[in-house]
């Protein structure tokens, strides 16, 4: 039978982050970051199954707090590899057949909603590609040594955000022919978009938010608070 994963990438170093913890163990509202966007992929009716990408050696510690929180629908944790793009890789080749679908998400975006995951699913019912994007709302410049080169013109550009939903066969092949090609990027979406094959962006949230930065956990703690409500 047909079923949809939720492949959730922890194996990251969050260098930036510069907690006192590795940033998916980080604590949101007494529980670790990681735990928020696995539950909220548990609780959806659609996710068949989520498969884990942790950092080799971490293994067991995600367990642990998988087990604790009781995430139910995790059926594995796979240890990942030197950046994001091999890690994507190593969690694809533990999928069986029939794994159709596949939302690829972070760990490091804790915020996710049942409804931004039900917009990548419906999408996907059309398309085979599909990323949520948010309007950016900074001015934009290039930089040349200290000094503005060029301002660019933003009215066409969005962050992409996770999750990204993919048929599996489709993004197996982007992976596959990007490790052919040498061409690396740490966005699923773009491995599919160097095929030549149509990759769908829809409306993502504002809230949903990459914590880089450990000023970053104190808005996601805001929001999650406001989500919870």
Known sequence: MPKTIALIMAAGTGERFEGSVPKKFYTL???PMIVWATECF????????????????EEERV???VETHRLHKVDRIVPGGQTRQESVWLGLETFDSFAETVLVHDAARPCLTHALVDRVLDALKRDEAVVPAWPVVDTLVREEGEAVDAVLDRVHISGVQTPQGFRTSLLVRAHRKARARGFSSSD????VFALGENVRTIPGERTNIKVTFVEDAVIAEAILEKLKR
């Not at 548990?42 to 050696?57: L, R």
């Not at 699923?188 to 491995?191: E, P, Q, R």
């Open 42 to 57: 548990a609780a959806h009716a659609a996710i068949d199954s989520i498969t884990i990408v942790a950092a080799p050696g």
């Open 29 to 31: 509202l007494g529980r």
């Open 188 to 191: 699923d979406g773009s491995l």
């Open 63 to 65: 367990g642990e707090i």
